[in-house]
């Protein structure tokens, strides 16, 4: 089966970082672009960033530019968001999810291929 495992999230203060990892399996990780997407409390699913299947293309939002880095391990089946100079708004529930193409822009997990059940990034003091 299909799995996209997120984990890396928590508590952390304003000006701190965080790495996201999304392990994958039960498909070709390789053959997809992969995505990070956030959605805060009462607020609607937020595009962050895509890289390509190699790797060698990177797109973020300019809510996040940079601060944040996507990054793949196709050996390891893995995706990755480094997250730096992580302010209040950045606090949401972090997705990954995936595409055989690429799209600049979401509205919903459901126009992906596939998508995790997220982990939960809280930026406080």
Not at 114 to 125: A, K, M, P
């Amino acid at each position: 089966q299909v799995q996209l495992v997120e984990s890396g999230g928590g508590l952390v203060q304003p000006g701190g970082s965080l790495r996201l990892s999304c392990a994958a399996s039960g498909f070709t990780f390789s053959s997809y672009w992969m995505y990070w997407v956030r959605q805060a409390p009462g607020k609607g699913l937020e595009w962050v960033s895509a890289i390509n299947t190699g790797g060698s293309s990177t797109h973020v939002a300019d809510s996040v530019l940079g601060r944040f880095t996507i990054s793949r391990d196709n050996a390891k089946n893995t995706l990755y968001l480094q997250m730096n100079s992580l302010k209040s708004e950045d606090t949401a529930m972090y997705y990954c999810a995936s595409k055989m193409y690429f799209m600049s822009l979401a509205i919903s997990l459901f126009e992906f291929d596939y998508w995790g059940q997220g982990t939960q990034v809280t930026v406080s003091s």
